[in-house]
């Protein structure tokens, strides 16, 4: 039985894109309505018996109508040939609010094999729907969407409880789930978790907030790799990996995998694969099969950060040209960032460097970072000064943050205002 396993597509981000004016589209979307095309291919020619997809199909959960189309056009060739598809709802497609639909609840209604979760979720025989039912055989489906925590707390039960203990209780009830499900589930049958989620240990791309993650529930890998489960399939954290490899290759598990994201998001994800993972499980009918699978990576667009320090140079726009020409550029986003001396402010000839990534897809930034002691000096905030001083100051030192400057400031001073009420 062969499976495509992806996940967090996250149409919608457009930063470092540009109008295109043959299609009158941003080009970031068309990046990754590129990637997602060549994803769709691949499932149709290896004739796979189910395209799961893990979570995250948007930036946010209320997509714009051209984000949405572009959606619902790739996935026409797998209804055309057949192919169901499994969506498992992850947190970028969950609505806020309590009661409103996911943004991707629409598909569930459409005509074709199309399964939408939005609950936890089993299917296998004497469930409701049944197994998945594929070309190669039925397949046992447990479904683990992202956890929302209004939900919960529209239950009585669980109103007035704090963080840390909604927490436990979506942990208590996730495991629990997956070790009843796992334990009636068919022997027989192929089993397959889905889950969109934070696992233990998990390495970061540098997209995901670390911040943030450490307040959402986490599971280990045991939790998930219940006996009798042939694959894991994660979405949510954006760099493919294996949470079980080592077990897997000796034969005592299954492979707990985050496909990875099908496209760079920033800077940070420069040097990570984007791809999704092909699945290929024995469904002979005994227990103990063995599943391989292999990651394929997507025509993502390539990020290059170009860093030089030029404080020393004789000619410091001739050495950041020098820099640049280490790199290729050609087709791909670039950002450079340049040190100079503190006598050497106006010393690099920017329109030179632009004209030396002329075959760049975008030029996001030309940057001069100030030397510590310049940057000390121009940064300094003093005992009396108020926080909203203090902050403008900062950001009016700092360009790329210029467009943000409001919104920073509305944020320090709300957590100001926090940290005073507490006190």
Not at 40 to 69: C, H, K, M, N, S
Not at 240 to 267: H, K, L, M, T
């Amino acid at each position: 039985m062969k499976l495509l396993h992806c996940a967090d597509v996250h149409f919608g981000y457009e930063t470092h894109g540009r109008l295109d004016p043959s299609t009158g589209l941003n080009t970031r979307l068309l990046d990754f309505r590129r990637s997602f095309d060549a994803m769709v291919g691949r499932a149709v020619a290896e004739d796979v018996d189910l395209f799961l997809f893990a979570g995250d199909a948007y930036r946010t959960a209320d997509p714009t109508p051209t984000q949405q189309r572009q959606l619902a056009e790739a996935l026409v060739p797998l209804a055309e040939a057949g192919i169901p598809i499994a969506m498992v709802v992850g947190n970028h497609d969950h609505p806020v609010s309590f009661g409103k639909a996911s943004s991707v609840d629409i598909f569930g209604v459409l005509a074709g094999r199309v399964d939408v979760f939005t609950v936890p979720t089993f299917r296998a025989e004497g469930q409701p729907g049944g197994p998945i039912q594929t070309k190669s055989g039925p397949l046992q489906f447990i479904a683990l969407p992202w956890p929302i925590r209004s939900k919960i707390l529209a239950k009585e039960q669980y109103r007035g409880k704090s963080p840390h203990e909604i927490r436990s209780v979506i942990e208590d009830y996730y495991t629990a789930f997956v070790a009843r499900c796992a334990a009636e589930a068919d022997p027989s049958v192929p089993l397959v978790v889905s889950a969109h989620l934070t696992v233990q240990g998990s390495e970061l791309s540098g997209s995901e907030r670390a911040s943030l993650i450490a307040h959402e529930p986490t599971f280990t890998v045991g939790q998930l790799a219940q006996p009798g489960v042939d694959y894991v399939a994660l979405g949510h954290i954006h760099r493919y990996q294996d949470r079980n490899r080592e077990a897997w290759e000796r034969g005592e598990g299954p492979p707990v995998v985050y496909s990875s994201s099908i496209e760079r998001i920033s800077f940070k994800e420069h040097d990570a694969e984007k791809g999704f993972v092909l699945v290929d499980i024995d469904a002979a009918g005994e227990p103990g099969r063995r599943t391989d699978y292999a990651f394929v990576a997507t025509p993502a667009r390539r990020f290059v950060p170009i860093a030089a320090d030029v404080s020393e140079a004789a000619d410091p726009t001739a050495a950041v040209l020098a820099e640049i020409a280490r790199h290729d550029v050609a087709d791909a986003v670039v950002r450079v960032r340049y040190k100079t001396g503190e006598n050497q402010a106006g010393a690099v000839d920017e329109t030179a460097i632009r004209k030396a990534l002329a075959e760049a897809d975008t030029v996001a930034a030309i940057e001069r970072e100030a030397p510590d002691v310049e940057r000390r000096r121009r940064t300094t905030v003093h005992t009396d000064t108020s926080l909203k001083d203090a902050v403008e100051r900062y950001v009016d030192q700092h360009e790329t943050l210029a467009k943000l400057k409001d919104e920073l400031v509305e944020a320090a001073l709300a957590i100001e205002h926090e940290i005073e009420a507490e006190g």
